[in-house]
């Protein structure tokens, strides 16, 4: 998944009940291969009534620096829309950057056992990946197996064609305990796996095949006046089919404003020694803020 499907998606601030709204956001992000990517968009929505229900237009630049080369800059223009229909609830955000269809698109019910679908389809953000226009496409499902009041098991499948050949095969799973849900204390234990079939195709990173397990504690709380805050963190292991077993670290924070009209704001940090899709490298952060104005 892409970076960040933690994470690289951009953080939104919160939305809420309104005719109109508009909303600026940033993100950054760097790895130990020197490969830097930022992010600006403006979100302008026609119509809204919450975080479910909008429709309007999002307009992006990218810029990219693959392993320390110098930047390439790319503009995206999308259309984005989300509603409800029986008890499902869906959004999409899907555009171009000029070369290709680019977006993201979910579908999702709110049943105790929580099922859902998403599409995800974006740019390599490496050197051959920007040069030649190499893409990939992911497409998933995910489903939430409660076991009681305070334990959950999330299960997510997908494959994730790319430009070529190789199709990536992915599973996760994850156990989440509530400790105390007063305080919002939870523990988790967070896998992964996928395999390629096309090993190193491409300059993206590729192995055969991937593992990884991180023990994670998370807080999640709401202070009396409506602000959201989220701290979560945890060390384990990782290795691939070229690899010995080595560390893999994880830490997120997260702070959101109370959704009221008017100004409204969001800002998330992001570590992980994860490899990612455009490297081998092992320590990963991400920076993202937003600011929302609804009227």
């Not at 620096?65 to 499902?88: F, I, T």
């Not at 098991?153 to 997908?158: F, I, K, N, P, Y």
């Not at 050949?165 to 305080?183: G, K, M, S, Y």
């Not at 924070?253 to 992001?270: C, D, E």
């Amino acid at each position: 998944m892409r970076r960040a499907l933690l994470s690289l998606a951009l953080v939104p601030a919160p939305c809420v009940a309104a005719d109109h709204a508009a909303g600026i956001d940033f993100a950054f992000s760097t790895d130990a291969e020197h490969t830097d990517v930022a992010k600006a968009g403006i979100n302008l929505d026609f119509t809204s009534e919450g975080a479910g229900q909008y429709a309007g237009v999002r307009l992006e630049k990218a810029w990219f620096k693959p392993l320390g080369q110098s930047w390439r800059g790319r503009e995206r223009a999308y259309v984005r829309a989300a509603n409800s229909l029986g008890g499902w609830k869906w959004n999409a955000t899907i555009g171009t950057d000029g070369d290709a269809v680019l977006g993201t698109a979910g579908v999702h019910d709110e049943a105790r056992v929580r099922k859902e679908l998403f599409v995800e389809r974006d740019i390599l953000e490496t050197p051959i990946g920007l040069k030649r226009g190499l893409y990939y496409t992911f497409v998933g499902t995910a489903l939430d197996l409660p076991a009681d009041e305070r334990d959950v098991l999330t299960l997510v499948a997908g494959a994730q064609a790319f430009t070529g050949d190789n199709i990536r095969a992915h599973l996760r799973a994850t156990f989440v305990h509530v400790v105390d849900p007063e305080h919002g204390l939870s523990l988790q234990l967070r896998t992964r796996w996928f395999h390629d079939s096309v090993p190193r195709e491409y300059d993206y990173y590729s192995p055969r095949w991937y593992v990884q397990a991180v023990p994670v504690l998370q807080v999640r709380r709401f202070t009396n006046s409506g602000w959201r805050y989220l701290l979560a963190g945890g060390i384990g292991v990782q290795r691939d089919s070229g690899t010995h077993w080595r560390r893999s670290s994880y830490f997120n924070a997260q702070l959101s404003s109370p959704p009221k009209r008017g100004w409204s704001g969001s800002a998330a940090l992001v570590f992980s020694e994860t490899p990612t899709t455009a490297g081998q490298a092992y320590r990963w952060g991400q920076l993202t803020v937003g600011l929302r104005r609804t009227f």
